[in-house]
């Protein structure tokens, strides 16, 4: 299934996510956020969307 929305973040915006993430700063929703879009990102680990869903176990 090809992906409806691209994901490219910037440096600063993944360094602001993975501290997010690294510190669990905020509710549970916004953590779980912020480790989907970092597994999204296209210049990153760029994950299929079925595979971001079954590691945080979450809908696509």
Known sequence: ????????LTADERATLADVVQKLKGSSQKVRRAQILLKADADGPGWTDAKIAEAVRCRT
Do not use: E, P, S
């Open 1 to 8: 299934m090809q992906k409806k929305y691209i994901v490219r």
